[in-house]
């Protein structure tokens, strides 16, 4: 076990210093590995390109083939310059990280706030989500809990590594299961909390108890949001990610209610996947298609699992 923790703290100090040395290249350095990293992606390996192909057929069944292969091609480019900011926001300095994420509406989530009431911000895959992480300089010296919602790596030195970065902005990254922990904790104290969940992520079979319409698509969904919403009165926000440019982007806070309580059931977890699809076809490049959205159908879930008792139990289980 001692071998292995040694082996871990190398294996993550030479990883650290790696990372740390690249990013210390300039924006436009970065920018032209990024553009050499799209003919090894692309060209060479294909990344996923069955899984784009696919989504993109079933998202966009007006568009030609050429109309979705330049969807893929702006794509595969905004995925390799993903990776070259997100290399590059290890030492990035502050300024530099606000001229490039830029928050509008910011202002309402400060009074809110301010008012004692949480704020749950809900956005998804799109643009550079790891930026956004930046929210709370913008919001000021308010004496709030900060976070933002992770699925913890298997491999424990990369997931050392990623939060050694994600955290360096002040926001706390809060592994899943330890969500309404975290929340609670925060309530009981009597501080307000300001969280962010990436919230178009594919739910394991257990925790499909919703499903929308999605690019055409029936498709499952997270509901815990709603739920902790909900449960803790908080208030819930979507945001709103433009890119303006070329590592530039633009997050618009979008109230969706400040009373959970008063809407009907499911109600904010459906006007967030209508909102997120609106901002995904207003420029489609710019959300991961790499991803495999769809894996889980309506027709494999009716056959392997029910539900009893409000909870998702396999038939075999529920039978026995």
Request: proline share 3%.
């Amino acid at each position: 076990m001692k071998f292995k923790n040694i082996l871990n703290h190398a294996l993550y100090g030479a990883l650290y210093g790696t990372w740390y040395l690249l990013s210390l290249l300039p924006m436009w350095l970065h920018y032209l590995l990024a553009d050499a990293l799209y003919i090894l992606i692309a060209k060479v390996l294909r990344y996923r390109r069955r899984v784009i192909d696919k989504n993109l057929t079933n998202a966009f069944p007006e568009l030609t083939i050429e109309q979705r292969n330049l969807i893929k091609r702006e794509y595969y480019h905004f995925f390799c310059d993903y990776i070259a900011e997100t290399v590059k926001f290890a030492t990035m300095s502050r300024r530099n990280i606000h001229r490039r994420m830029v928050f509008k509406g910011i202002d309402q989530v400060i009074d809110i706030l301010k008012s004692g009431q949480s704020v749950a911000l809900m956005l998804g895959h799109y643009g550079n989500w790891e930026m956004v992480t930046a929210i709370r300089e913008p919001v000021g010296n308010l004496d709030c809990g900060y976070g933002h919602i992770y699925h913890p790596l298997e491999n424990e030195v990369m997931d050392r590594l990623f939060l050694t970065f994600r955290n360096r902005m002040g926001s706390e990254s809060i592994p899943m299961r330890e969500t309404l922990r975290w929340l609670l904790k925060h309530q009981q104290e009597g501080r307000p909390t300001l969280v962010g969940y990436i919230s178009d992520q594919v739910p394991t079979w257990q925790n499909i108890h919703h499903w929308v319409t999605f690019f055409n698509q029936d498709t499952p969904v997270f509901t815990g949001v709603e739920r902790i919403a909900r449960k803790l009165n908080q208030a819930v926000v979507y945001v709103d990610v433009k890119c303006v440019k070329r590592g530039y982007y633009e997050a618009d806070l979008q109230l969706i209610t400040r009373d959970p309580n008063s809407l009907p059931q499911m109600a904010i977890t459906d006007e967030y996947y209508r909102r997120m699809e609106a901002t995904i076809r207003r420029a489609p490049q710019y959300w991961l298609w790499s991803h495999n959205r769809w894996k889980r159908t309506r027709e494999e879930f009716d056959r392997r699992f029910e539900v009893k008792n409000g909870r998702v139990v396999e038939r075999k289980q529920a039978e026995s």
